[in-house]
C-alpha cells in the first residue's frame, strides 16, 4: 500500500500554492471560524457570568431548571440505548441481508435527515394527539403522549435514530462478512459471532454514532417543542427553557442554561476527539 505521507500535497508542483495565497487561505478560515464558533461561545459563557457566579448557580438550580435538566437526562437516557439497538439492527440488516425493498428502507433511514424536526413534532400530533383516533384511545387508558415525556421521547428518538445506523453501516460495508462468515465455520454461534467479531470490528463507529446521538438528543428544539407542550416544570427540555426565559428577558437564566447545553457540546467534541486520536494509534499498530 501507497503510504500518503511520502507524497505531501505542499512538495509537488501540480497541488503547490504561492505562499502569500496558502497564507491568506488559512487566515480567512481562522477568522471565519473565530467569528462564527470561537466568540460566540465565548460570548455565552461571558453573559452566564457576567452577573456573578452566585446568580449563574442560582438560575441553574432554579425549580425549572432542575426539573427542565433532569427531563433532557431522562430522554437521552431512553433514547440512546433504544437507537443503539436500532440502529445496530438496520446496520446489520442493510449490509448481510438482500432482499426486496432494501433500497426503499435505506431512503427511509435517511427521512429524518430530509424533514425539518417541526415537521415530524406535527406528525406525532396528528397521529398521538388527543383528538385522534388512536391517541384518544390511549388516554381513555390514562397513557397520554403528546404534552408528556412519553411524547418527547418518540420525538427525539425520530430524529436521532440514523446516526448509529449511517456511523456502523460504511464500516460494515468496507469491512465486508468474511470474518463472521470465518467464525460461524469455525463453530461459532450467532450471538457469539456478534460479541466476539462484529461487535469490536465495529466499536469506534459505534461510540460515534452514539455521541452524536445523544448530543443531538439533549440539543433538539424544534419537534420536541410540537409535541411538548411547554408546561413548565414537567415538559420543558433545556433547550426549550432556554427560549422560554429569553423571551422573558431572563438574560441570565437564559445563557446559564446556553453555557451548560455548550459545555456538554464541548464535553462530546472533546471525547469524539479522544476516541478518533485512540483509533488512528490503533490503526498506526
Known amino acids: 500500500m501507497i503510504d500518503s505521507s511520502q507524497y505531501p500535497y505542499q512538495t509537488q508542483a501540480a497541488t503547490r500554492e504561492p505562499t502569500w495565497l496558502r497564507y491568506t487561505l488559512i487566515g480567512i478560515a481562522v477568522a471565519f471560524m473565530t467569528l462564527m464558533l470561537v466568540i460566540p461561545l465565548i460570548s455565552v459563557f461571558y453573559e452566564a457570568l457576567k452577573s456573578?457566579?452566585?446568580?449563574y448557580v442560582a438560575a441553574l438550580t432554579d425549580h425549572e431548571a432542575l426539573s427542565a435538566i433532569k427531563l433532557t437526562l431522562i430522554?437521552?437516557?431512553?433514547v440512546v440505548p433504544i437507537n443503539t439497538v436500532i440502529g445496530i439492527a438496520?446496520?446489520?440488516?442493510?449490509?448481510r441481508f438482500d432482499f426486496k425493498g432494501k433500497q426503499f428502507l435505506t431512503t427511509l433511514l435517511d427521512l429524518p435527515f430530509s424533514v425539518s424536526p417541526v415537521v415530524a413534532g406535527l406528525m406525532f400530533v396528528a397521529l398521538l394527539g388527543a383528538n385522534t383516533w388512536l391517541g384518544g384511545w390511549l388516554e381513555y387508558f390514562g397513557f397520554?403522549?403528546?404534552?408528556?415525556?412519553?411524547?418527547?421521547?418518540?420525538?427525539?428518538?425520530f430524529v436521532t435514530f440514523p446516526f448509529v445506523a449511517r456511523e456502523v453501516i460504511p464500516l460494515m460495508q468496507s469491512?465486508?462478512?468474511?470474518e463472521e462468515q470465518a467464525a460461524l465455520t469455525?463453530?461459532?454461534?450467532?450471538?457469539?459471532?456478534?460479541?466476539?467479531?462484529?461487535?469490536?470490528?465495529?466499536k469506534w463507529a459505534l461510540l460515534y454514532g452514539i455521541i452524536l446521538t445523544?448530543?443531538?438528543?439533549?440539543?433538539?428544539?424544534g419537534a420536541v417543542s410540537v409535541v411538548s407542550g411547554h408546561i413548565r416544570g414537567e415538559t420543558n427540555t433545556m433547550p426549550l427553557l432556554v427560549e422560554?426565559?429569553?423571551?422573558?428577558?431572563?438574560?441570565?437564566?437564559?445563557?446559564?442554561?446556553s453555557s451548560l447545553l455548550a459545555l456538554l457540546a464541548l464535553v462530546t467534541l472533546i471525547v469524539q476527539q479522544a476516541l478518533t486520536k485512540r483509533q488512528s494509534g490503533n490503526d498506526a499498530i
Open 144 to 157: 397520554q403522549v403528546i404534552f408528556a415525556i412519553p411524547g418527547i421521547v418518540l420525538a427525539t428518538m
Open 175 to 178: 469491512q465486508g462478512s468474511s
Open 75 to 78: 430522554t437521552a437516557l431512553i
Open 214 to 221: 445523544n448530543a443531538r438528543a439533549m440539543g433538539e428544539f
Open 52 to 55: 456573578g457566579w452566585q446568580l
Open 244 to 257: 422560554i426565559a429569553y423571551n422573558e428577558y431572563n438574560m441570565t437564566a437564559a445563557f446559564a442554561l
Open 90 to 95: 438496520l446496520a446489520w440488516l442493510l449490509t
Open 186 to 202: 469455525l463453530g461459532a454461534s450467532g450471538w457469539q459471532m456478534f460479541w466476539r467479531v462484529t461487535l469490536p470490528n465495529i
